[in-house]
């Protein structure tokens, strides 16, 4: 039963991340078609950002609040969590993704066709392997910050949160004109089933992905107390 409560945990989640982070940019299209003066995708960034915090708080003492695939097979290629536990939680995250893109095209029609119901692409005139190495490059970044916090242990509970949401949201703002700044291949694959625009979308798996196992490799190498 415990399982089953940390499947719909990361369901939830993934499903909260991507509705407000991905609705964020929908509503500032819709803004700017009804001649609103929108805040501008950094906005949408910075709602990620606190949407994280928020997720990670909700979450995270039911099922450790991966709601991130690079995260989860970070803990998989470690040994800290086993294959079919992790299918699941994957499989969680990506119906979770699935249906918050769905609820959106349900909210947003116009914005199917013309912002992909948020999904991310490449910035204009940028090569595909640079938007997939700033993805791997910023997911290190992030998926470090929750080893080193949360399993390390070495950060109080409440400010763990903050921090890994911090570095999401200055992250994804780095990455925003280069590949969207996602560092979730969740992030990017409801929205891209619900609006079938999968452009380059092996860019958002490789990247993150890529960047996530470096990322807890190096920690276990040189950060990691060995009694933990």
């Known amino acids: ?15 909260l991340l991507v509705f407000i982070g991905a609705g964020a940019v929908c509503a500032n299209y819709s803004m700017k078609m009804a001649g609103v003066q929108g805040a501008g995708y ?16 909700a979450t995270s003492y039911i099922s450790g609040s991966h709601v991130n695939p690079a995260v989860t097979i ?17 499989i969680s995250q990506l119906l979770g993704a699935v249906a918050a893109g769905f609820f959106l095209r349900i909210l947003f029609p116009d914005a199917v066709s013309t912002v992909h119901l948020g999904t991310c692409a490449l910035g204009k005139g940028v090569e595909f392997w640079k938007a997939l190495l700033i993805e791997a490059v910023m997911t290190f970044l992030f998926v470090f910050t929750i080893f080193a916090t949360v399993v390390g242990r070495r950060t109080p509970g409440i400010i763990a949160g903050v921090a890994i949401g911090m570095v999401y949201l200055f992250g994804a703002l780095v990455a925003s004109s280069i590949s969207g700044g996602a560092l979730n291949p969740a992030r990017v694959f409801g929205t891209a089933v619900a609006s079938d625009h999968f452009d380059y979308h092996y860019v ?7 960047g996530g196992i470096g990322a807890v490799f190096l920690y276990d190498k040189i950060f990691c107390k060995k009694d933990i």
Do not use: C, H, Q
Request: aromatic letters at 22%; zero cysteines.
């Open 1 to 15: 039963m415990n399982n089953y409560k940390k499947y719909i945990a990361e369901f939830l989640g993934t499903l």
């Open 42 to 57: 950094a906005w949408a960034i910075v709602v990620f950002g606190f949407v994280v915090v928020a997720v990670v708080y």
């Open 74 to 90: 970070s803990f998989l290629v470690t040994g800290r969590m086993d294959a079919g536990t992790a299918a699941f939680y994957i």
């Open 204 to 210: 958002w798996w490789l990247g993150p992905v890529s």
